[in-house]
């Protein structure tokens, strides 16, 4: 059974960092792009940035562009983002998400319900 899991999520005064983990189990990632989603209350989901399977390319929302990074370490099959200068519409749940079937990463922003997704870590940036 696939499974990906969030965390890192928390409360942070806007300015600050948080750095979300998602640990994946159940297949071998490392072959596939993965990326990262949000939901802010009364919105849609959003894209906010996707890796290839090496970690060499990554691609990102314009939002969030020089401010967030997205990583991976293949070896322990975990994808990260690193926030920094949080603002306070940054507010959101966090969801993980990778390919049912292999996309490139720039694919990554158009996943669908039916792909795999994680449970999601809230992050709240307060004033």
Do not use: H
């Not at 990906?4 to 979300?20: D, F, I, K, M, W």
């Not at 939901?39 to 929302?61: D, H, L, M």
């Amino acid at each position: 059974q696939v499974q990906l899991v969030e965390s890192g999520g928390g409360l942070v005064q806007a300015g600050g960092s948080l750095r979300l983990s998602c640990a994946a189990s159940g297949r071998t990632f490392s072959n596939v792009a993965m990326g990262w989603f949000r939901q802010a209350p009364g919105k849609e989901r959003e894209f906010v940035a996707a890796i290839n399977r090496s970690g060499g390319n990554t691609y990102y929302t314009d939002s969030v562009k020089g401010r967030f990074t997205i990583s991976r370490d293949n070896a322990k099959n975990t994808v990260y983002l690193q926030m920094n200068s949080l603002k306070l519409e940054d507010t959101a749940v966090y969801y993980c998400a990778a390919p049912r079937a292999p996309v490139s990463y720039t694919g990554i922003a158009y996943l669908k319900d039916n792909d795999y997704w994680g449970q999601g870590t809230q992050v709240t940036v307060s004033s």
